[in-house]
């Protein structure tokens, strides 16, 4: 049986791929979302608004982006620039929702783990198949 720690790890992979993989473009490209650098999707990463240390917003679709290793690393994820893009992009107030969201207490279960595995396994699938990617 896989540990609460490897489910939470493989999600991650799938979940970062997901994030990386939607926005990309059919020759896998795609742009940091606070300093806009194009790269491929795979030396990119999946950056959190909020820290991916807070549970509730670890695998939130808003709460995480594409970013470059720069932005995301070294610019400690460029945090005010990544709220007010996500303002622009899903509406005023998004930002403070995440960061309260992000505060708050939840429990992923082993079953929700496996069902949210699936779920962004079989959305990579297809995206990549969509794109003609690998
Ligand atoms: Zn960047």
Known sequence: M???SKLKKELDKWFSLYIRLRKATDTGLAQCYTC???????????GHFQSRKFLPTRFNEQNCQVQC????????????????KLNKEYG??????????????????RVEYKENITYYKTLVKNLKKEKGLD
């Open 69 to 84: 290793a720069k932005c995301n690393i070294f610019s400690q994820g460029e945090q005010w620039l990544f709220g007010i």
């Open 92 to 109: 005023l107030g998004t930002a403070q929702d995440l960061e309260f969201l992000s505060k708050s207490t939840v429990k992923i279960t």
């Open 2 to 4: 896989k540990t609460i």
């Open 36 to 46: 806009g650098k194009v790269d491929h999707y795979k030396k990119l990463q999946c």
